[in-house]
């Protein structure tokens, strides 16, 4: 039931992705037959590419600013710790996952060194001081 609703979803994009390349080519000859009689072939080409360049940019500009990350309000400070906990794994997820992984295999070998790493995260300070 699920596999036949997949393969049918498929099938349907590949049939609407069919429909709108026939679109394009159409309105590419169409505006080729229009331009034709008054700059020529060689022109109305140059015509339908430059349409065709300015189609591909235009929706490249659209899905660059769909993509774009939201802009953050600057100036304001985490609340409490989970905020700031998720504001970083936001900004920074690879890294985070990193963190946590070596966070758990340093806690595994030396309880110490997470407790100051804990710590200075609490505190929000530099760093672990030498002593």
């Given amino acids: 039931m699920i596999l036949r609703r997949i393969l049918l979803f ?44 300015l189609l591909i940019g235009l929706i490249g500009l659209m899905l660059a600013m769909a993509a774009a990350p ?20 936001r900004e920074k997820p690879v890294t985070a996952i990193v963190s946590a992984v070596a966070a758990g295999l340093m806690a595994v070998r030396n309880p110490k060194y997470l407790g100051d790493v804990l710590r200075t995260f609490l505190d929000g300070g530099e760093g672990p001081r030498r002593r």
């Fill in 70 to 89: 939201p802009r953050r309000r600057k100036g304001r400070q985490p609340d409490s710790l989970v905020d700031r906990i998720t504001d970083f794994v």
């Fill in 10 to 53: 498929l099938a349907s994009g590949a049939a609407l992705a069919t429909a709108a390349g026939v679109v394009v080519v159409a309105l590419a000859y169409a505006l080729y037959a229009l331009v034709k009689p008054a700059i020529g072939p060689a022109g109305a080409a140059a015509v339908v590419a430059g349409g065709a360049a």
